[in-house]
């Protein structure tokens, strides 16, 4: 499985992106997806994650703000982030794991600064 993120960029305090995660390869039976983030100096956190049955879970710091979704027929994620902060600075990774083994795309940055 190859994961694809794009949609990142500079935006002012405040703004909004929409980051894609699309899937190729052996795509069939991807249970859930998720979006994890690493800030500069900091360890890499989960963000929000969307189970193949659409159910969501969200880390404190983006409930609210930031809202996850699915296309199954084409293997993509999406991550909707609104009112974004500077604190939201960090590369956004996309993360499946599929038959025991774990995935990651190779992330892209969102930088949030005016």
């Known amino acids: 499985v190859q994961l694809q993120a794009s949609g990142g960029g500079l935006v002012q305090p405040g703004g909004s992106l929409r980051l894609s995660c699309a899937a190729s390869?052996?795509?069939?039976?991807?249970?859930?997806m998720s979006w994890y983030r690493q800030a500069p100096g900091k360890q890499r956190e989960p963000v929000a994650t969307?189970?193949?049955?659409?159910?969501?879970d969200y880390s404190d710091s983006v409930k609210g703000r930031f809202t996850i979704s699915r296309n199954i027929a084409e293997s993509t994620a999406y991550l909707q982030m609104i009112s974004l902060k500077p604190e939201d600075t960090a590369v956004y990774y996309c993360?499946?794991?599929?038959?025991?083994?774990?995935?990651w795309g190779r992330g892209t940055l969102v930088t949030v600064s005016s």
């Open positions: 993360y499946i794991r599929k038959a025991g083994q774990d995935y």
């Open positions: 390869g052996s795509v069939f039976s991807i249970g859930a």
């Open positions: 969307i189970t193949s049955g659409g159910s969501t």
